[in-house]
């Protein structure tokens, strides 16, 4: 199945960023937008067929490796 | 007194590490990140700046992984002396060794430059020959070098005198070049064995070269 983890800072961790592709998007005259957070997909496939233990897997390595925890949310999504 | 430095495809500063600790009357020796195990002999072992592994996913994320980083982290579990200077701060980071996480600075560009540091710190063997409060001048260059921890972190932080240095301008005023959560450029492990800080003390070690204040620094190891 194909995996895709999207990872991005935690609430409360300030993301420069996303301020600063908030401001440019403001520059543009985007008046509407807020709370630009500014993240990273990873995307694989996984030979597996039991979504558990996809899932099981997929968070391992995210905690592990993909996200760091300190600073970082990630969440899963499995698509078969 | 044998001086360890880390090597890792990307590292950068492993010679500048070198030549530092030389000139102080260390022995040296470089080692690749393949290697499974640190060399019996070691007194400091350094995990020295660069960019290891291209800072590919998150700066010292990849290089956790390495041969060698189980040795260095039974290494420091047993209390041997490690110092991370720039991407080696990060990768102890990562690698769990140290406290917190270094993110994006906030002005989004790489700095190279300067800086002072004032002595948060000094009862412990890497600024002992320090007093707190002291001003020290030292280049930093990165572009993670932006100190984040959680509140119950810092405050764990200062309880147990962890921080080591903070960023602050010539007079000692509070300077924050990368937006580090308090100014923070340095911190150690509750043990106070394990070291790890932004800035370069090894590109300060010659008056010419715009500092010698790193001499201070690195010399508190070499008296063990």
């Known amino acids: ?80 | 007194m044998k001086v360890v430095i880390l090597q890792f495809p990307g590292t950068n500063c492993e010679y500048d590490t070198q030549h530092a600790f030389e000139s102080l009357g260390a022995k040296t020796e470089i080692l690749w990140h393949k290697s499974e195990s640190v060399p019996s002999d070691t007194d400091l072992l350094v995990v020295a700046g660069g960019f290891s592994y291209g800072d590919y996913l998150r700066s010292g994320a990849i290089a956790k992984f390495s041969p060698v980083m189980q040795a260095v982290t039974k290494y420091a579990k047993s209390g041997g002396k490690v110092l991370g200077i720039c991407n080696g701060f990060q990768v102890l980071t990562e690698a769990g060794l140290l406290p917190g996480a270094l993110k994006r600075n906030d002005s989004l560009h790489f700095l190279s430059k300067h800086h002072h540091l004032k002595v948060v710190n000094n009862d412990n063997i890497f600024l002992e020959k320090l007093c707190n409060g002291d001003v020290v001048n030292v280049p930093i260059a990165h572009h993670d070098g932006n100190y984040y921890i959680d509140e119950n972190g810092l405050k764990e932080l200062y309880e147990n005198n962890q921080v080591l240095l903070k960023y602050c301008d010539e007079e000692g005023n509070d300077k924050n070049p990368n937006g580090s959560v308090d100014s923070i450029a340095g911190v150690c492990n509750k043990e106070k064995n394990v070291f790890g800080l932004m800035p370069h003390p090894e590109r300060a070690m010659e008056k010419l070269l715009g500092s010698d204040n790193g001499i201070k620094m690195l010399q508190g190891f070499l008296q063990a």
Do not use: P, W
Request: charged share 25%.
């Open chain 1, 1 to 80: 199945m194909k995996i895709v983890v999207n990872v991005s800072l935690k609430a409360g961790v300030l993301d420069s960023q996303g301020k600063a592709v908030h401001h440019a998007l403001e520059s543009l005259h985007f008046n509407n937008v807020s709370n630009v957070r500014v993240g990273k997909q990873i995307v694989f496939n996984l030979d597996e067929s039991d979504e558990k233990k996809a899932m099981a897997d997929v968070t391992r390595m995210c905690e592990d490796l993909l996200a760091n925890t300190v600073i970082e949310d990630y969440a899963i999504e499995l698509i078969k």
